[in-house]
């Protein structure tokens, strides 16, 4: 069983940056490719970034590529999102998910865990 816990959300204005933490419970996280999604009011939840176990491969969705940069670090159980020059239409829900044993992917359902999701707005 893996737990997630989101961090780093608030309100932010257009232009700005936030860092959105997700630490991760268990013994699986540095086996585990990790997701970012995010969900606005209305819409389904989209990809945003993924990255590889190891670190050494990532995956953009392409409105966010060049803004936004996925991270992790295996020793802290923890993966990152950091989010520059952020614009109204990034407010949503964000949310990280854990696929333990595979590799990256776009694919929300093949993500096996999630976490409870933190609010990002951005004002204009």
């Known amino acids: 069983q893996v737990q997630l816990v989101e961090s780093g959300g608030g309100l932010v204005q257009a232009g700005g940056s936030l860092r959105l933490s997700c630490t991760a419970s268990g013994r699986t996280f540095s086996s585990s490719a990790m997701g970012w999604f995010r969900q606005a009011p209305g819409k389904e939840r989209e990809f945003v970034a993924a990255?590889?176990?190891?670190?050494?491969?990532?995956y953009y969705t392409d409105s966010v590529k060049g803004r936004f940069t996925i991270s992790r670090d295996n020793g802290k159980n923890t993966v990152y999102l950091q989010m520059n020059s952020l614009k109204p239409e990034d407010t949503a829900v964000y949310f990280c998910?854990?696929?333990?044993?595979?590799?990256?992917?776009?694919?929300?359902?093949?993500?096996?865990?999630w976490g409870q999701g933190t609010q990002v707005t951005v004002s204009s």
């Open positions: 998910a854990a696929r333990p044993g595979y590799g990256l992917t776009s694919d929300n359902t093949l993500y096996d865990y």
């Open positions: 990255i590889a176990y190891s670190g050494g491969h990532t």
